[in-house]
């Protein structure tokens, strides 16, 4: 049977944090909740809501680490009082310890769960080729000298997929410190922050002249890195090396109403990838996975992974490949519909910056001496960085016990 998946843009419901909302002791084990419109939310077991007690005594105040070992507390646990107190619930319990739950708390533990903190989810601006009339884009000293510039920098990059930054200095050393303002550089096995020419250094086609069909980049690890920049430092003696941005949400969008049966294909046959060109590496995942990866609880699209080079086997018996070759050529001709692909002149001192897990990159080929910089940053650091400037720590942390 045929799924359907929500798209990038899911909306998820909020928490109804409401002071009218009421405790019901149901048993001698738990307790329901509900709203003032009469909604009831999902049962709260007495043994989950005593081992998510926040008080200091049982949460360290800089780690927001437990510090209470959760086999130790009594298998019987239960409540002995439950007072409400304004927006705060006061518990005693009879293992002797005395806890105060906010409302709101009280309401997300008890409502179905949600992606929206855990995964830093925001509306999404879907773009195609027209993006370049109008491209997001920061000043260096903005974000070198503020957080608040990096903040807009990073909420740029998570609502469009990709971000200039103009003004910076052509140098490797001004690069580097503008990636690190997201956090730490990732190191692979073409090293940390790359320096590079066109000189096959290392053995990809990266490091060579040709065109390059749009793809996201380290399909073949279990973890995709999650931004990665790019700084023309110059290009002497040459021409052409334009470079290609497709939004790889935008064309999931589109073959889902084009053809359902070719986005689900897609979605759940999965695909190896590999990086075997230098020696002494063959870099595999553990294991293969889809095109269009999915949240498996909300089945919003988080992750795009194509790089039809770095290809290895398709998942399924060779008499059952005809689907997915059929549903992968449909994906080709969107990414490759000159009304989706944005292309753009990078040049020195307007560094480019996008979501390896969204946007697909290119380049056309090019006559010359290129020489470019840039780097990766994982995605945890991205979404960390990214949800405690533009939200703060305390919406940030608020919820951590129940998202």
Known sequence: MRRCFATANIRQEQYNTNPQIELVRINDRSIKVRDDSRKWYDEVPDMWLRDNCQCNKCVHTATKQRLVETFDIPEEIHITSCVREGRNVKVKWSDGHDSIYDLGWLAASAHSKSAVSRQGLRELTFWTSSVGQNPP?????EVMNSEKGVAQWLDRIRQYGFCYVDGCPPTPEATEKLLERIAFIRNTHYGGFWDFTSDLSSKDTA??????????????????????LFHLLSHTDGSGGESLLVDGFAAADTLKKEDGYAYDTLSEVNVYSHASGNDGISIQPYRSFPVLNHDPEFENLLQVRWNNSDRAAIDLPLGDVEDWYAAARKWVRIINSPKNQYWEQ?????????????????????????????????????????KMLNWGPEKTLQYLAVE
């Open 137 to 141: 884009e920061v000043p260096y000293e």
């Open 207 to 228: 490091y060579t002249d040709i065109a390059l069909g749009a793809h996201t980049d380290t399909t073949y690890f279990s973890d995709p890195a999650g931004l990665q």
């Open 346 to 386: 990078l040049r020195p001192g307007r560094p480019l910056i996008f979501d390896n897990w969204r946007v697909l990159h290119g380049r056309a080929a090019f006559s010359g001496k290129r020489r470019l910089c840039g780097g990766y940053i994982n995605r945890d650091d991205f979404i960390s960085r990214y």
